[in-house]
C-alpha cells in the first residue's frame, strides 16, 4: 500500500488534526470515513496486528454503546473486534495504515511514527 489509509471522523478534533498533519507533508492518502464505510472484523484484525494491541486498546469503552452492549475491558479480542464491526462508533480514532504498520492518531502526532522513512529529510545549505 504506497497510499497512506485513515480512518477518519471529520467530526473529531484529534482525527481532523491527524489528517492535517498528513496532508501538510503532502502525502498520498485515502480517506476512509468509517462511521460510513466500516471496516469489517478481518479489516480491523489486520489494524490490530499492525497496531500490536488488544481489541480494546482500538476501541471506545467510554461511549455509552459499550455498556449498552454489555462489553467488558476484560474481554476477549474476537467480541470485541466482532462489536467494532457491527458499530464502528466503538473504534478510536484516528487509525492511520501504511505499508502494514498502524497508529492511533492520540496524540494527532503519533501517526507520524509509521511514516518514518517516508518522508525525506529537508535540505541543508
Known sequence: MDVIEIWHNPRCSKSRAALALL???GHKMRIRRYLEEPPSAEELRQAQNALGLRAIDMMRPGEALFTELGLSRDADDTPLIEAMAAHPKLIERP???????A???RPPERVLDILQGLCTPPETA
Open 23 to 25: 496532508e501538510a507533508r
Open 95 to 101: 487509525i492511520v495504515l501504511w505499508q502494514g504498520r
Open 103 to 105: 497508529a492511533i492518531g
